[in-house]
């Protein structure tokens, strides 16, 4: 187990056990690292092929950030260069949560992130062996 304000993986206790033996800070930089790996070469790339595509300034306004520190999340997300509802692409927000006369959206990114949970999770542990060394697993 995870030292408290640690990492913890479940479901792969060698990598959970190796990252017990680090400190905290180097634990949350490893998740980092892996995490914005997993958004930028699962989800981005396809967020980017399911978005409706007009002048296609949506799809190059996509980007990868991470997500607010705080001690205990880490991580990263796919939106829109300025944030949903905002800028020039203010209109991305709307496609993918919806409006008053199509409540439910077009969604690109949710699909993007939830049909590939198992690839991220997979790429979210080869990173992190690859960090800290190790073998890694098979991603299809």
Do not use: C
């Not at 958004?39 to 981005?44: E, T």
């Not at 799809?59 to 880490?74: D, F, H, M, N, P």
């Not at 209109?91 to 198992?118: H, Q, T, V």
């Amino acid at each position: 187990m995870a030292k408290a304000g640690g990492v913890v993986i479940t479901g792969v206790k060698e990598l959970d056990l190796k990252l017990a033996g680090m400190p905290a800070r180097l634990q949350k930089k490893l998740s980092r690292q892996a995490t914005r790996k997993a958004a930028k070469d699962i989800v981005l790339p396809d967020a980017k092929r399911n978005v409706p595509h007009d002048t296609g300034d949506l799809e190059r306004s996509l980007t990868v950030r991470a997500i607010k520190r705080s001690r205990s999340r880490v991580g990263h997300s796919v939106e829109t260069k300025d944030g949903f509802f905002k800028g020039n692409q203010f209109y991305g927000g709307f496609i993918e949560f919806g409006w008053d006369d199509k409540p439910e959206g077009d969604p690109f990114l949710r699909p993007a992130l939830y049909g590939n949970e198992n690839r991220i999770r997979k790429l979210f542990h080869n990173a992190l062996r690859s960090f800290i060394g190790g073998e890694r697993v098979r991603t299809k």
